[in-house]
């Protein structure tokens, strides 16, 4: 069964950091696309990052580009996504999610390209 757990939200002041984690089981991270999204009450998720390691494609939402960095430990089966220079609107419930396709792009941002969901990870940055 595949499976999906992310990790690592939480409180922090605006200009401040957090690295969140994906952790895969059931599958291997390096075979599938993983991204990450976020959503806030009523709005659509949103789409943040994707990686695909095997092909070494990253994609990134130009809201967040130079200020977030997605990364993958295939030993360790995790996609990490460090976020610096947090703003107020990055706000939002952070979900992680594997995709069955190999290169990342704007086009992928759309949740429909993901199969497989983990619970979300609440990020809070205050003003």
């Known amino acids: 069964e595949v499976q999906l757990q992310a990790s690592g939200g939480g409180l922090v002041q605006a200009g401040g950091s957090l690295r969140l984690s994906c952790a895969g089981a059931?599958?291997?991270?390096?075979?599938?696309?993983i991204g990450w999204f976020r959503q806030t009450p009523g709005k659509e998720r949103e789409g943040v990052s994707c990686?695909?390691?095997?092909?070494?494609?990253?994609d990134y939402a130009d809201s967040v580009k130079g200020r977030f960095t997605i990364s993958s430990d295939n030993a360790k089966n995790m996609v990490y996504l460090q976020m610096n220079s947090l703003k107020p609107e990055d706000t939002a419930v952070y979900y992680c999610?594997?995709?069955?396709?190999?290169?990342?792009?704007?086009?992928?941002?759309?949740?429909?390209?993901?199969?497989?969901w983990g619970q979300g990870t609440e990020v809070t940055v205050s003003s």
């Open positions: 999610a594997a995709g069955s396709f190999l290169i990342c792009s704007r086009k992928k941002r759309s949740p429909t390209w993901y199969d497989y």
């Open positions: 059931g599958f291997t991270v390096d075979d599938y696309a």
């Open positions: 990686i695909s390691s095997s092909e070494g494609s990253t």
